[in-house]
């Protein structure tokens, strides 16, 4: 019991057409794991497949397993995934746009029956965000992008997830609110939940992640630890913009422009 | 008037904690409750108009008692979860109870000719406004609420017809045990008749639903043509139970306290009505209220939080049928006849209408809906019989019913251009911007 999550040789498709080839991915108990990916790498795919809702888009997996904590969750509905301890901020945020923000915070604890528990953990994620608390009575989908995406998180936290799974926190975000929830991912994970962060923008996931994942069609092409992976030529070429190459990238295009 | 003495005068300081004894939170409900009682024993009043004026001040005063009797803690959460603690909802609550237990002695009243407005003619359609909201709240619930477009309602209140015909008329059995039977079949049905929306969603659904509408029409008609023949059920007045007969205003005649008017009647309604409405308002404001509208806005969210969203949409069913059927078998014996084509797909547009100008959030615009559908037709016959210059008019007499009908749509469609979310949210607008006032005014009065 070693790691939290363990994915061994999963393979996803949608129909005929395969979205995940024998991938395997290890989140260590506590620990801050990151996939990076550009479109159509399989990331959706994959936290969907472990969250238990594949069966929406008409997904499939054909092999591996899922084991959480030890136990196989790869056949378990969704709600006994989220009762185990394992919460999902889905891509693009997906919140309840007509009800407030409290409403949405309480959906959040739909899996627990602990009336005080629910309040208790709802006053520790209004400490997490202190910019919640004011928008409290608000319709949801009158916030800001960057004040949803914190209720997103919050949401899935008042579940008291053991495991967090982040889908594209960055999305449509500016890049300093990006920074501030990946600051807040990190105090998350120090108070010992464990995450795994699903993101394209691989800057920024790898500053904050202790390991990382590489997805490529549907197939992990690199692995090793964030800090290894930052130095790498491969990564800084494929997903952070090319390094030192990009003056000469851009006079180039400038060239072609011209012509 | 002596409660007014124990009004408290430490009304400035807002962030203060304030405790009310629980028995003086309750009693600007129960005066208003006793209301009636209290004014009828007001016997040195010469004219109707003068109990009129007092009634006034009397509601003001409750209104107000309410209001300082409210309760703030802001430390507290566990009140913040309490229905109706504002001041201003405590207020209103209490101005609303009172006016509803007042409408059955005014629209009894003979009034002096400036005010011979026809009041006792009303009496039909707000009974109707009653059962209607019943109704129009049961189903905002599942088409509003959960989302569930649902066409069957009109089957629903077939279903609660038939029990009522069947266990009250061929069992013989009382009127008072149909209600709950109609509640369990309804539920029943509705959660079975639910099946469908676990695959199916919006349009798709509605058109399976309205396959389901015809399948238990065709049933009822059957039924109806082996149990009662052609000509359709006729339902007798229920009688009232014995063990409710010491409550104040009922007098049986000879053991038997039969409802068979408006007066009656009204009582009979507003009590179900009102347990019902306040029993789904509760359920919108719990786990499972939260759960409905997380599947409405976004299922795969929903599945996410881990909500049971195929469960969440049969109980949304089974509750909302359920309360339709109760109203179904209240409307048939409320209604004394019900036929072979007494249900049809009008009704469901009925109550499609009714939410949708009342307001698709919450149960209030149930409430509103219903005032809105069935007071203005009664409003334009007035105008129309009563108003000089357009009773004059030749056109508007002969084709009454299509004008009804015209201008309520154009009524409809002004409703939702200007306010989207419906009558409720006009008032919750209007509500929000006096109270505002009001507060500036208090503040600019503090300073």
Redesign the interface.
């Known amino acids: 019991m070693s790691n939290a999550l363990s994915i061994d040789e999963l393979s996803v498709s949608y129909g005929p057409i395969p979205a995940l080839k024998n991938v395997s991915i290890e989140v260590p108990n506590g620990g801050f794991v990151s996939v990076l990916g550009a479109n159509g790498a399989g990331k959706t795919t994959l936290v969907r497949t472990i969250s238990g809702v594949l069966y929406l888009q008409k997904g499939k997996r054909t092999s591996g397993s899922i084991k959480f904590g030890g136990e196989d969750i790869s056949k378990l509905k969704s709600r006994s995934i989220v009762r185990g301890g394992i919460a999902h901020v889905p891509e693009g945020r997906m919140l309840f746009p007509h009800l407030t923000v409290d409403e949405n915070l309480r959906c959040g604890a739909a899996s627990r029956r602990d009336t005080s528990g629910i309040s208790e953990t709802l006053s520790e994620v209004f400490d997490l965000f202190p910019q919640l608390p004011p928008l409290q009575h608000q319709q949801a989908g009158l916030l800001s992008g960057g004040e949803q995406q914190m209720v997103a998180v919050g949401r899935a936290l008042m579940a008291k997830p053991s495991l967090l799974i982040c889908d594209e926190l960055s999305l449509g975000l500016a890049p300093l609110i990006v920074r501030d929830l990946f600051l807040l991912l990190d105090r998350i994970n120090q108070e010992g939940v464990a995450v795994l962060a699903i993101e394209q923008n691989a800057r920024i996931a790898l500053r904050h992640s202790k390991y990382a994942y590489a997805l490529e069609v549907g197939e992990v092409v690199l692995e090793g630890p964030s800090a290894e992976l930052r130095e790498n030529q491969e990564v800084q070429d494929l997903y952070m913009g090319g390094g030192g190459d990009i003056r000469e990238a851009y006079t180039a295009i400038r060239r072609e422009v011209n012509r | 008037m002596s409660e007014m003495t124990i009004t408290d005068t430490s009304t400035s300081g807002s962030s203060s904690v304030k405790r009310v004894p629980a028995s003086l939170r309750v009693l600007p409900f129960l005066v208003a409750l006793a209301s009636p009682l209290i004014l009828d024993n007001i016997s040195w009043n010469p004219f109707a108009g003068w109990k009129i004026l007092v009634g006034f001040i009397l509601l003001i005063v409750v209104g107000k008692f309410a209001w300082s009797t409210a309760e703030r803690d802001p430390d507290n ?1 566990r009140l913040a979860l309490k229905l109706w603690h504002r001041p201003d909802q405590r207020a209103l609550t209490a101005m609303t109870c009172m006016g509803l237990v007042a409408i059955p002695f005014i629209l009894g009243t003979d009034f002096d000719p400036p005010m011979d407005f026809p009041w006792a003619s009303w009496f039909r359609i707000v009974n109707y406004i009653v059962l209607f909201a019943l109704g129009a709240g049961a189903f905002n619930l599942l088409a509003g609420y959960t989302g569930q477009l649902s066409m069957a309602h009109a089957a629903f209140l077939m279903i609660g017809t038939m029990v009522g015909a069947h266990v009250g008329l061929i069992w013989g059995q009382s009127f008072w045990l149909c209600l709950p039977i109609a509640a369990v079949a309804g539920a029943a049905l509705g959660a079975l008749f639910g099946i469908p929306a676990l695959r199916l969603r919006g349009l798709y659904l509605m058109l399976a639903t309205i396959g389901v509408h015809f399948i238990v029409l065709l049933g009822w008609k059957e039924y109806l043509v082996h149990y009662f023949g052609f000509g359709g059920v006729r339902f007798n007045a229920p009688n009232l139970p014995s063990w409710l007969h010491w409550v104040p205003g009922i007098n049986p005649e000879d053991g038997e306290f039969l409802i068979n008017t408006q007066f009656r009647w009204f009582w009979l309604n507003l009590t179900i009505t009102t347990i019902c409405l306040l029993f789904l308002v509760n359920v919108i404001r719990s ?1 499972e209220g ?2 409905f ?2 599947v ?3 299922d ?9 969203v195929a469960r969440s949409k049969l109980v949304a069913f089974a509750l909302s049928s359920a309360m339709v059927s109760v109203s179904g078998c209240l409307l048939s014996y409320y209604n004394r006849a019900r036929s072979e084509d007494s249900f049809n797909l009008e009704q469901v547009l009925d109550y499609g209408i009714i939410i949708v100008v009342g307001g698709f ?1 919450g149960i209030q615009g149930a409430i509103f809906g219903s005032v809105f559908f069935f007071a203005l037709p009664m409003y334009f016959e007035w105008m129309r019989e009563e108003l000089p210059f357009i009773s004059d008019i030749d056109f508007f007499s002969r084709y009454a019913g299509e004008v009804d009908l015209a201008i309520r749509g154009i009524l409809v469609v002004v409703v939702l251009v200007w306010r989207p979310d419906g009558l409720a949210g006009l008032w919750q607008a209007a509500k929000n911007r006096l109270l505002r006032q009001f507060q500036n005014s208090q503040a600019g009065a503090a300073q």
């Open positions: 959460p786990r939260r759960a509208a997380a409405r806005d976004r795969i969210s929903a599945t996410l939080l881990g909500i049971n959030m």
